[in-house]
């Protein structure tokens, strides 16, 4: 068994369902993202268009962030899910490093590396991924492609030809198609990230990696005497207020975005 | 505004995205980069040295060499530690090692090779030192074993070619960074090595014999004058691959890291080359120690261009 993925750029509206849906399912932190979409704009008004690219880990039969990780933090699953053991990683970024995607983040609460599982703790389940069932055009088409009785098997054998990968160059072989993509969606480097450009800010890079408050003396401190954040773990949640009022004053005390 | 019109029609703009991270590997892992070429290139430099005069010419090599060493493999694994977002977790590469891994390799030899310099610095300073721990008898026992340094010695200068060169391929695992290819970055590992080797020994050779320091001083200009010419290479032709080309684009004239670039240049290949082919003609102590400092500053300067530049293109 492969399981993989392919996004039919074509019938995908850029309404981020999956993104939001990953978000929730995956408890992803702020200014961290496992799955992403991604619009691009090409022409000059009027004669313009937009497309729309979700980006997510390819789980690489080949994957560099597999090979690069000292702790076999990264590790394959049977299934082909590239897997990430948080309780492993030693947080040396070099997956971050490694991957030709971007995929990978380090997660502020944990400090440790994180990504896309395909929601491995679903498949287990016997259930889809989350993005995979958020999506409301069945953009996304998720399954095993090694079994060509499978969706995703057939899918591809219909539009052979016209089924690309991310960056075929690095030899990574990704298990994760596009059907109707281009190289303006699919190759980085065909398009622009101009300030001023962004729909909703201007934030091009984040400013750090992991926790922003997280100092070099808390990374030795934190997992013995307990970390500033600890509020934030799934439980704390529950008992968070959860009225207007209490996130207005949040919102005073530290600033918005 | 402005730049509105300014956009071709053939080209693709972002519109709405996530923020990208920045520098991932920032100033410490420089650090470690060029505090790994001093720990390494002393032994190896050292190594040559001895093998081509006589101990007698080079009376402090025997402990400056190990304590030159030691204080800069301690530097490279400390930043190493501390760049980890989970330090104490770091156990794990040698409770579970993923030897695919070239960090791990790294980090295996790079604890193996500090600990025998340890040894070696332990038995250089007794020995030159004989007034030092006379009455501790760990001291005395460790004086009688003053055979072993030259015993490990050449384990030692076998080991530091790797521990020189592993971090070129992390450089190269990184599959993201097409800059960093293996063979360049191997080769350019071990010219930082001879460079910052050769430089920390002008600083204390004043002692030394008129010969010793004649090698230094070619040591110093030839590493110098290959590895900028390797830079060179990838300055101006660097333009087969779209991805190094976009990365390159930082360093040429009005790229981001262009100053940092030719500073890294100027202060670590140029001047060295330049003061180290006069003092070769005729010595000039005082010029070749200048030499060797702008030497450290432009070698730490060139790492961090190189080590962040590929950091700064979109990936997706």
């Given at each position: 068994m492969k399981l993989g993925f392919l996004v039919d750029l074509n019938l995908c509206?850029?309404?981020?369902?999956?993104?939001?849906?990953c978000k929730v399912e995956n408890e992803v932190p702020l200014s961290s993202w496992r799955l992403r979409v991604k619009y691009i704009d090409i022409g000059t008004f009027p004669d313009t268009s937009r497309s729309f690219t979700?980006?997510?880990?390819?789980?690489?039969?080949?994957?560099?962030?597999?090979?690069?990780?000292?702790?076999?933090?990264?590790?394959?699953?049977?299934?082909?899910?590239?897997?990430?053991?948080?309780?492993?990683?030693?947080?040396?970024?070099?997956?971050?490093?490694?991957?030709?995607?971007?995929?990978?983040?380090?997660?502020?609460?944990?400090?440790?590396?994180?990504?896309?599982?395909?929601?491995?703790?679903?498949?287990?389940?016997?259930?889809?991924?989350?993005?995979?069932?958020?999506?409301?055009?069945?953009?996304?088409?998720?399954?095993?492609?090694?079994?060509?009785?499978?969706?995703?098997?057939?899918?591809?054998?219909?539009?052979?030809?016209?089924?690309?990968?991310?960056?075929?160059?690095?030899?990574?072989?990704?298990?994760?198609?596009?059907?109707?993509g281009g190289n303006n969606t699919l190759n980085p480097l065909a398009h622009e990230r101009i300030e001023g450009y962004g729909l909703f800010n201007n934030i091009t890079h984040l400013d750090t990696l992991g926790d922003p408050h997280h100092s070099i003396l808390d990374r030795f401190l934190d997992p013995i005497f307990g970390g500033h954040n600890d509020h934030l773990k799934d439980e704390s949640f529950l008992d968070m207020p959860n009225d207007v009022a209490s996130h207005e004053d949040e919102s005073h005390d530290k600033g918005g975005h | 505004m402005d730049h509105v019109t300014t956009i071709e029609a053939?080209?693709?703009?972002?519109?709405?995205?996530?923020?990208?991270?920045?520098?991932?590997?920032?100033?410490?892992?420089t650090l470690n980069m060029w505090a790994k070429s001093i720990g390494t290139g002393v032994i190896l430099v050292g190594a040559f040295l001895l093998y081509r005069h006589k101990k007698e010419e080079m009376p402090n090599l025997r402990w400056m060499m190990p304590l030159i060493s030691f204080i800069a493999l301690?530097?490279?694994?400390?930043?190493?530690?501390?760049?980890?977002?989970?330090?104490?977790?770091?156990?794990?590469?040698?409770l579970h090692p993923h030897f695919t891994s070239a960090i791990t390799v790294g980090a295996w030899m790079a604890s193996l090779f500090t600990g025998l310099v340890t040894l070696m610095l332990v038995i250089g300073v007794l020995d030159a030192f004989p007034e030092l721990g006379r009455h501790l008898g760990i001291a005395k026992k460790v004086r009688e074993k003053s055979s072993l340094y030259e015993k490990i010695f050449p384990f030692v200068v076998f080991l530091a070619l790797p521990v020189t060169m592993y971090t070129a391929v992390i450089m190269a695992q990184s599959s993201a960074r097409e800059l960093w290819a293996a063979p360049a970055e191997l080769v350019q590992m071990i010219f930082a090595a001879l460079m910052v080797g050769s430089a920390s020994f002008i600083l204390i050779s004043d002692k030394w014999s008129v010969e010793a320091r004649k090698d230094l001083t070619l040591i110093l200009a030839l590493s110098v004058a290959l590895s900028f010419t390797m830079y060179m290479g990838e300055y101006f032709f660097s333009y087969k691959a779209a991805e190094i080309e976009a990365t390159i684009a930082f360093i040429h004239s009005g790229g981001s890291y262009n100053t940092q670039f030719w500073a890294a240049m100027v202060l670590g290949y140029i001047i060295p080359f330049f003061i180290a082919m006069g003092s070769l003609k005729e010595e000039n102590r005082t010029m070749l120690k200048f030499a060797a400092v702008t030497t450290f500053i432009g070698l730490y300067l060139a790492k961090s261009t190189w080590l962040e530049i590929p950091q700064m293109i979109p990936l997706s």
């Open positions: 509206m850029g309404c981020k369902g999956c993104e939001i849906a979700p980006l997510r880990c390819n789980h690489c039969e080949n994957a560099p962030c597999e090979r690069i990780c000292p702790v076999s933090a990264l590790h394959y699953l049977d299934n082909g899910i590239v897997n990430i053991d948080s309780s492993r990683c030693i947080g040396c970024a070099g997956c971050m490093m490694a991957c030709p995607y971007g995929a990978i983040y380090m997660d502020p609460e944990s400090n440790t590396a994180d990504k896309c599982t395909y929601c491995a703790h679903r498949i287990e389940s016997g259930m889809m991924p989350a993005c995979v069932v958020a999506c409301p055009v069945e953009a996304n088409i998720f399954g095993d492609v090694e079994d060509e009785k499978s969706h995703i098997s057939r899918y591809i054998m219909e539009h052979r030809g016209a089924v690309q990968v991310r960056k075929p160059e690095k030899h990574t072989d990704p298990k994760h198609y596009y059907v109707g | 053939t080209k693709a703009v972002v519109t709405l995205d996530v923020a990208l991270p920045g520098i991932i590997w920032g100033w410490m892992i301690n530097v490279f694994l400390l930043f190493t530690l501390v760049d980890l977002h989970q330090p104490l977790r770091m156990v794990n590469i040698f």
